[in-house]
Structures are given as structure tokens and as C-alpha cells.
Nanobody, 117 residues
């Protein structure tokens, strides 16, 4: 059974930092990503990473503040979030895929991140 489990969310003041973790079991994914969804908004890509981390991609709103990483192409993926802003408040989801079209087909349950002003 494939599972992705996120942890590390919580409440933080603006300007603070959080580190999210995602543990995937049951399958090794070539590409893993973090997405977020705030109430009333569509789900958006935050960051993705492929292979052993040579290739990363970030959403425009988090560039320079967030960093995605993984260890040895393994199934632990991290999202370091610095200089958090109230607009970063959302449920953050971890996802994985091996599909050639890169569509994500495995998702975690999500972890809440709340940034207070």
C-alpha cells in the first residue's frame, strides 16, 4: 500500500519558519512535490524535486523563501519555509509520481500551516 504522510505544520508568526516533512512508503517516486490549497483557492504547486534533487521547481510566490530537498533520491522529502507570510496559510500536501507526463497520482492527507500577522 502506498502512503504519503506529511508532518511539521502548525501556527507561526509572520517572518517565522517551518519545516515540513513527507514520508512515502510502498513506492519510490522519481518526482515528488509540495502543493497547497487555501480556502476558496485552487490547489497550487509550491515546489517539486526530481531524482536525487538535481532538478527543482518553485512557484513564483515562494521563490527565494522556500526550499525543497530530499536525501539520496529517497522517499523523505522536506520543505523548508522561511520568511513566512499570512498568504502562505493553507493546507500543504505532499505528492509523488513516476508518470512520464508528471501528473501526480499519489497524495498525502495534508498538513495545516497557519501564519499569523
Amino acid at each position: 500500500q502506498v502512503q504519503l504522510v506529511e508532518s511539521g505544520g502548525g501556527l507561526v508568526q509572520a517572518g517565522g519558519s517551518l519545516r515540513l516533512s513527507c514520508a512515502a512508503t510502498g513506492r519510490t517516486f522519481y518526482r515528488m512535490g509540495w502543493f497547497r490549497q487555501a480556502p476558496g483557492n485552487e490547489r497550487e504547486l509550491v515546489a517539486s524535486i526530481t531524482g536525487s534533487g538535481f532538478s527543482t521547481l518553485y512557484g513564483d510566490s515562494v521563490k527565494g523563501r522556500f526550499a525543497i530537498s530530499r536525501v539520496n533520491a529517497g522517499n523523505m522529502v522536506y520543505l523548508q519555509m522561511n520568511n513566512l507570510k499570512p498568504e502562505d496559510t493553507a493546507v500543504y500536501y505532499c505528492a509523488g509520481t513516476n508518470r512520464p507526463d508528471s501528473a501526480y497520482d499519489y497524495w498525502g492527507q495534508g498538513t495545516q500551516v497557519t501564519v499569523s500577522s
